[in-house]
């Protein structure tokens, strides 16, 4: 599922193959999105620069355009070269941006928004908690954040992108282990250590899915998240999926239920990660 480790490799390699480049074609099954390129064309408009925030991907064209989108639980981005064969079919396609060298394709994209910079500024994704993967990251703020939220369960509010942005489920589920942290107790109970090594293991664990050589091509990263540093793809998450199963520290039984109102699966060890 994407996450924030996924937008911010998209974000990158869409960046990579279209900034400077002009827009010679645009695609949309989307009426509010064909609307405005209808009223004012993408074709003709310079790619400026595309990049991630928290769940969000932001792409700003000449013109004062930006094409806001959140992939939610299904969507993806591709690149392909012109003529290229698409890895998924026609019917699938949201969004497609085409310049001279490349085509980027937005496969089931669920929200896809057109905004001026005026406009985006009343826009949610300023509300947005610290971004883990952002270079100017506040460690400070995000745990001021979450010290704001101590009704919160930890796992709920991990999950929250208006405390801290980027962490998904299966993030979630991972950072709790490696801070030995109950996802099931309320953020208020925790000590200040407790909380700096949540927010500290989500900033390594997102950095280190991210890193030059961590995977990519031209699809946009999916699937294959390492949490454990372990070599066998088989070890490579401590607890996500693994109900069931045995610890990888202490041989317990990984344990799994919903979580909050969304009803997210969290996984945890009973032994290693205590008791609520």
Known sequence: MPEGDTIFRAARTLHRA?????VTLFETQLPQLSRVDYDTPLAGRTVERVEAAGKWMRIYFSGDLILLTHMLMSGSWHIYRPGETWQRGRSQMRVAVHTKDFVAVGFQ??????HTAATLERHRVQRLGPDVLAPEF?????LEQLRGAAELEVGVALLRQSLIAGLGN???SEVCFASGVNPFRLVGSLTESELQALVRNAQTFMKANVAEGSGGGIVTYRGMRRTTGRADPSQRLWVYKRGGEACRRCGSAIESRKQGLEARITFWCPRCQGMV
């Open 170 to 172: 299966v993030f979630k």
């Open 18 to 22: 279209l900034a400077g480049q002009v």
């Open 109 to 114: 994209v669920p929200i896809a928004e057109f």
């Open 138 to 142: 506040d460690e400070a703020r995000a």
